[in-house]
């Protein structure tokens, strides 16, 4: 059975920073591209980041590009977004899932397991 856990969210001041891991098991990990989503609330889910299986490619949404980076370690199945400079419309649960697609996947169609979600919350 696959399991993806997020943590890391948390309440933070605009302008601070938070580093989201994902812990991922059950599945081969290294055949996966890894991305992380966002729904804020009202709000349709969202495209943030995602990792080629390598960690070779990343893709960021145009939104946070510059300001957060994806990295992934296949040794230790983890996937992690580190988020600097959070603004309040960064507000939202955060979601990490695995696509068995290759390339720089940025449509949440393709991805097969996702995680239960961790809430970021940013205030101004």
């Known amino acids: 059975q696959v399991h993806l856990v997020e943590s890391g969210g948390g309440l933070v001041q605009a302008g601070g920073s938070l580093r989201l891991s994902c812990a991922a098991s059950g599945l081969a990990f290294r055949n996966y591209a890894f991305g992380w989503f966002r729904q804020a609330p009202g709000l349709e889910r969202e495209f943030v980041s995602t990792?080629?299986?390598?960690?070779?490619?990343?893709g960021y949404s145009d939104s946070v590009k510059g300001r957060f980076f994806i990295a992934r370690d296949n040794a230790v199945n983890m996937v992690w977004l580190q988020m600097n400079n959070l603004k309040p419309e960064d507000t939202a649960v955060y979601y990490c899932?695995?696509?068995?697609?290759?390339?720089?996947?940025?449509?949440?169609?393709?991805?097969?397991?996702w995680g239960q979600g961790t809430q970021v919350t940013v205030s101004s």
């Open positions: 899932a695995a696509s068995n697609s290759l390339g720089v996947v940025t449509t949440d169609r393709l991805y097969t397991y």
């Open positions: 990792v080629t299986w390598n960690g070779g490619n990343t």
